[in-house]
């Protein structure tokens, strides 16, 4: 028996035997050709054989994991279009008279490398998505059949790394759990891993070669272990957890319709946190009583321009339409940092998790700022809508985001355009919201605490940097006061406070939290039922 450590990208815990997938591409050959503008022309068809593969995996993907997880595949239509990277590869045709498949291998690794050398954690995480198009490019070029892949038993499957592309043609009910050599958990496979619900770690020191197909292995995604042939004792612990994990789901059932509140009759609201409409099914089926976070920018992502004015109202008004009454929050767009979009035309930044995001661009954006705002308000008269605003700074920035919905509602007035004016709030995230909060407080109606970005920027560590995650440690003593100031703040003015950040759907926090007198939990949809008997679990606040 050998034991493993890894990084936890989903936590779960599974036990069955091992599918090793090695990369089985073998070397590009370089050959010597006569005739570069015939090479660039299979360049071209094979890019647009590609394009066709990768919008049959984006609607398959829009149909199992949502526009977030479909919008990957968007981005690698994106990448196929990217002038810096088709240049190169027809540059190096032509001025080295190669082989495509050679030219498309070398630029593939080059981009890979620029891209894995990077600081930045999110750019360093798209070296996989180059390589996995370069990968599919080649595939085509050498007449290659793109058979859908792990359609044999259940099993633990084992790479050095997964593409996106391979991860969304699994077949669910077959991917027992998902461990790789390489790989971020910031990653776009990651990211589906979490919507798959699929246990996986990454970052294990596995030798492939040393591991047969067939073997067994525990994957514990709650330890950030693996165990590969575990001993009869060390399976049969596992099999225990694994029952009491599913025991565990069949009792939370029971906490469905009930109401969330400490045993001596605290209510504490309960929402979910969501980046689509098609995400509501999960809002729903697991009783959460509103919606604590729609993250709208996921509605300009994976995409070529901005989407207009009734594209928003109409997703906006089916999200409150189908949650009946109950809250919806939605917050404003929020790009930059991580989520960059090329049509936005930000360009590059030193330190984009410091730069030109959230708010920032919707007061700088303004038209964009106001479409988004009409849809919005056109939308809250079909449900209970609130809208709230990231980012924030200061007190003019909120000031000014005021005067711009000032100037929207006459607008919608002028054209007898139907609208209600929603509830505002703001997004507690950086150090400058906290400590001028009770100034913030009087100008808006409720907080929401943000403690991912609170604490990246409170602890002076990029979240997206892997090489800092020993530094990255959201149960810093700073992160509690600066909640426990915001909720006082909050409260001496009359405004209920949130939290929508990861610590708001960590169990062990949920007492400390209500301690502090947090009004509100927004939590992955999952975590709602787990979070409720929590909370029915507390007596004495």
């Not at 690698?76 to 190096?92: F, P, R, T």
């Not at 030109?356 to 700088?364: N, Q, S, T």
């Amino acid at each position: 028996m050998r034991q493993f450590s890894g990084k936890t990208v989903y936590k779960g815990i599974a036990l069955g035997p091992v599918r090793v997938l090695k990369n089985q591409d073998s070397p590009i050959r370089r050959k010597k050709i006569s005739d570069a503008e015939a090479e660039i022309c299979r360049v071209t068809g094979a890019k647009r054989q590609a394009k066709e593969k990768l919008q049959t995996l984006y609607d398959r993907a829009l149909k199992e994991v949502g526009k977030v997880g479909a919008a990957i595949f968007e981005a690698h239509q994106m990448i196929l279009e990217d002038e810096d990277y088709l240049g190169s590869i027809c540059n190096m045709i032509q001025t080295e008279m190669v082989n495509a498949e050679y030219a498309v291998a070398v630029t593939g690794d080059n981009f890979f490398a620029m891209f894995d050398a990077m600081e930045d954690g999110y750019m360093k995480a798209r070296a996989a998505d180059v390589r996995d198009i370069s990968n599919r490019l080649i595939r085509i070029l050498e007449g290659q059949k793109d058979d859908e892949p792990f359609s044999e038993a259940p099993a633990i499957l084992v790479a050095d790394d997964f593409t996106p592309s391979a991860m969304i043609q699994m077949d669910r009910k077959k991917v027992l759990a998902l461990v790789t050599v390489r790989g971020s958990a910031n990653s776009h496979t990651a990211i589906l891993a979490r919507m798959m619900n699929i246990p996986a770690l990454v970052r294990v020191p596995l030798n492939l070669e040393e591991i047969p197909d067939g073997v067994q292995m525990i994957v514990d995604g709650f330890m950030g272990s693996i165990w590969v042939e575990p001993d009869e004792e060390t399976c049969l612990r596992a099999e225990n957890r694994m029952k009491e994990e599913r025991e565990r789901a069949r009792l939370l059932e029971q906490f469905k319709g009930k109401e969330t509140a400490t045993v001596d009759g605290r209510k504490i609201r309960l929402y979910a946190n969501i980046s689509n409409v098609t995400e509501i099914g999960h809002v729903l089926e697991n009783d959460a009583e509103g919606i604590g976070l729609f993250r709208s920018e996921y509605l300009y992502l994976g995409r070529k321009d901005f989407p207009g004015e009734e594209e928003q109202f109409q997703t906006y008004r089916q999200a409150a339409q189908t949650m009946g009454g109950k809250k919806v929050i939605i917050r404003t767009l929020d790009v930059g940092a991580d989520k960059q979009v090329d049509y936005f035309d930000i360009g590059k930044e030193a330190n984009p998790a410091m730069g030109y995001r959230g708010i920032r661009i919707c007061l700088k954006e303004q038209k964009m700022f106001r479409t988004q705002l009409r849809a919005l308000f056109r939308a809250a008269v079909f449900g209970n809508i609130s809208v709230m605003y990231p980012m924030i700074t200061s007190v003019e920035e909120v000031q000014e985001i005021f005067r711009v919905i000032k100037d929207v509602q006459e607008e919608l007035e002028r054209d007898e355009t139907p609208y209600r004016y929603p509830e505002q709030g703001i997004m507690i995230e950086t150090p400058a919201a906290v400590m001028i909060s009770d100034e913030l407080a009087r100008l808006v109606d409720f907080f929401s605490i943000g403690t991912n970005d609170l604490t990246q920027y409170t602890l002076a560590v990029d979240r997206q940097n892997g090489r800092l995650d020993a530094f990255y440690n959201p149960r810093h003593k700073a992160i509690f006061k600066m909640i426990r100031m915001t909720v006082e703040n909050g409260h001496r003015h009359g405004k209920w406070v949130g939290i929508c950040g990861e610590l708001g759907s960590d169990p062990e926090l949920t007492e400390t939290f209500i301690r502090m007198g947090v009004d509100e939990l927004s939590v992955p949809p999952s975590m709602v039922l787990k979070i409720r008997k929590k909370v029915r679990e507390i007596k004495d606040v």
